[in-house]
């Protein structure tokens, strides 16, 4: 009986989804970790993190991200009495693993001909890829939620809770904010998104509106600041509040991936994906040879450098706005970003159907 795949159809995809965790989801997570704490000492006046080294090189304290995963793995993995040991343990991996999910669906290049054959370099294809990438992002909630409860803890599960509600209110934003540039492009694929938009225009400039509201949702799916109140770890107490060692910089690095998903789902839906403007890199992908090549690596560059490039903006949000109240925080999400993207919704609804 003969396989509908081949064994290096199966190796490839194990590659780029490789790549996708490991190669751009925890290197840039780590490289987050520092550019926390420079960027918000750059925009506070002082130093930062800089007193990690090794051999008493320094490198603007890059090694602290380095210093910091050796402390998470060697601590004490401390669970205190009463809580749900199985669930205990399984809560940050369903919320890590739902991150890592989510990275592996994202375009990172378009389809590349060398040696005769085709190579995708999306690791995940699918043909409903954006509701995809949003399920998966809300399930990840489950992992915060499982944390509040099995701690034996009030004040995690009210931190759970916290997070359960934000979710809710904001992947209804998410999605809703999406309506208008998904009817344009015609497909829930992302990768067709990114053709649609090298053949026409960026999304950003025919749904401006839903690029804002988008990335403010996506910046309340990530609970960071100002959107930390499952965790405020500053003045309330979180859903992590037992966790310590690796479980909790489990937690931390799905705040990161989770960041990385949705600049990624933005890059795509609204930058252009991994085209470079004045450049057709379709074309020069189908070419061939080595120019085939430079084309996908051009691809994988470009994506990234975007994703870099939207990071760099949440991170100033987080630095410069104060933490919202949790009223405010729902009122926002409910009574503000749902009804605009109701309305550009409706705006883009009756302008194609009057421009056609």
Same mark, same amino acid.
């Given at each position: 009986m003969r396989l509908p795949f081949s064994p290096v159809d199966v190796l490839w995809v194990v590659v780029k989804v490789l790549f996708a965790i490991v190669g751009v989801g925890l290197n840039i997570a780590g490289l987050l970790g520092w550019v926390e704490r420079k960027q918000s000492a750059v925009m506070q006046d002082r130093?930062?993190?800089?007193?990690?080294?090794?051999?008493?090189?320094?490198?603007l304290g890059l090694f602290h991200p380095i210093a910091d995963a050796i402390k998470m793995l060697t601590k004490e993995d401390f669970v205190p009495k009463g809580v749900h040991k199985p669930l205990h343990?399984?809560?940050?991996?369903? *919320?890590?693993?739902?991150?890592?999910?989510?990275?592996?669906?994202?375009?990172?290049?378009?389809?590349? *001909?060398? &040696?005769?054959?085709?190579? *995708?370099?999306?690791?995940?294809?699918?043909? @409903?890829?954006?509701?995809?990438?949003? &399920?998966?992002?809300?399930?990840?909630?489950?992992g915060i939620v499982m944390a509040g409860f099995a701690s034996g803890s009030n004040y995690g599960l009210l931190g759970g809770l916290r997070g359960a509600a934000q979710m809710v209110a904001y992947e209804v934003c998410l999605a809703s904010s999406l309506a208008g540039a998904l009817f344009i492009y015609g497909t829930l694929d992302l990768q067709q998104s990114v053709l649609w938009q090298t053949q026409h225009v960026w999304g950003i400039v025919v749904q401006p509106l839903a690029f804002i509201l988008f990335l403010t949702a996506g910046a309340a799916i990530t609970k960071?600041?100002?959107?930390?109140?499952?965790?405020?770890?500053?003045?309330? @107490?979180?859903?992590? @509040?037992?966790?310590?060692?690796?479980?909790?910089?489990?937690?931390?690095?799905?705040?990161?991936?989770?960041?990385? @998903?949705?600049?990624?789902?933005?890059?795509a839906l609204f930058l252009g994906g991994w085209a470079i403007p004045g450049l057709n890199l379709t074309a020069m992908a189908a070419a061939g040879g080595t120019t085939a090549l430079v084309a996908g690596a051009l691809m994988v560059v470009s994506f990234v450098f975007k994703v870099m490039l939207l990071l760099f903006l949440l991170m100033q949000i987080r630095w410069t706005l104060p933490r919202f109240r949790f009223?405010?925080?729902?009122?926002?999400?409910?009574?503000?970003?749902?009804?605009l993207s109701l309305v550009n919704l409706l705006v883009t609804v009756w302008g194609v159907y009057l421009w056609r």
């Open positions: 130093i930062g993190a800089n007193r990690a080294d090794i051999f008493g090189i320094k490198i343990g399984l809560a940050p991996m369903i *919320s890590l693993g739902c991150g890592m999910f989510c990275l592996a669906a994202l375009p990172y290049g378009g389809v590349v *001909s060398f &040696a005769g054959r085709a190579w *995708s370099l999306q690791p995940i294809a699918c043909s @409903v890829g954006v509701p995809l990438v949003l &399920a998966a992002l809300a399930f990840g909630v489950h960071r600041t100002p959107f930390d109140l499952p965790e405020g770890e500053s003045e309330i @107490v979180g859903y992590h @509040v037992e966790y310590s060692g690796m479980k909790f910089g489990m937690f931390l690095m799905t705040d990161f991936f989770e960041s990385i @998903v949705v600049c990624g789902v933005i890059t009223d405010q925080l729902l009122d926002l999400g409910w009574k503000n970003l749902l009804p």
